[in-house]
């Protein structure tokens, strides 16, 4: 399956970001190197994964990442509700991450991406 969207996000911990920014790439959180891949979001997707899967959690960091520039290592697999997400089977390199940022929110509760 595939997509048009070249750009997907990635929630991060402020040392999983350190980790990338020092080592120039990132194998995965927990939760990725468990299931084999690197999960990522879609614009659209991105709030309600923060939410589902970050609640509570501060100091967290959001990456844009180029998933043009990662091609075949992409994979748009259905995952929450029937819904087709951005998977990454390999490391991201942080030549792919064209932006990114504290995950901060607009007056009205929308989060902001980078």
Same mark, same amino acid.
């Given at each position: 399956?595939?997509?048009?969207?070249?750009?997907?996000?990635?929630?991060?911990?402020?040392?999983?970001?350190?980790?990338? &920014?020092?080592?120039?790439? +990132?194998?995965?959180?927990?939760?990725? &190197? =468990?299931?084999?891949? @690197?999960?990522?979001?879609?614009? $659209?997707?991105?709030?309600?994964? &923060?939410?589902?899967? +970050?609640?509570?959690?501060?100091? %967290? /960091?959001?990456?844009?990442?180029? %998933? @043009?520039?990662? $091609?075949?290592?992409?994979?748009?697999?259905? =995952?929450? !509700? $029937?819904?087709? +997400?951005? /998977?990454?089977?390999?490391?991201?390199? &942080? =030549?792919?991450?064209?932006? /990114?940022?504290?995950?901060? +929110?607009?007056?009205? !509760?929308?989060?902001? %991406?980078?």
């Amino acid at each position: 399956m595939s997509q048009t969207e070249a750009v997907a996000y990635k929630i991060l911990t402020r040392e999983q970001l350190q980790q990338l &920014l020092s080592a120039g790439t +990132f194998e995965g959180a927990p939760i990725d &190197l =468990s299931d084999g891949y @690197i999960h990522m979001s879609t614009a $659209g997707q991105a709030q309600e994964t &923060l939410e589902k899967h +970050f609640a509570g959690q501060t100091d %967290l /960091h959001i990456a844009a990442v180029d %998933l @043009i520039l990662l $091609g075949h290592a992409v994979r748009w697999e259905v =995952s929450r !509700g $029937g819904a087709l +997400f951005p /998977h990454i089977y390999a490391d991201l390199p &942080l =030549s792919a991450i064209i932006a /990114h940022g504290p995950v901060e +929110f607009d007056q009205a !509760g929308a989060l902001r %991406l980078p």
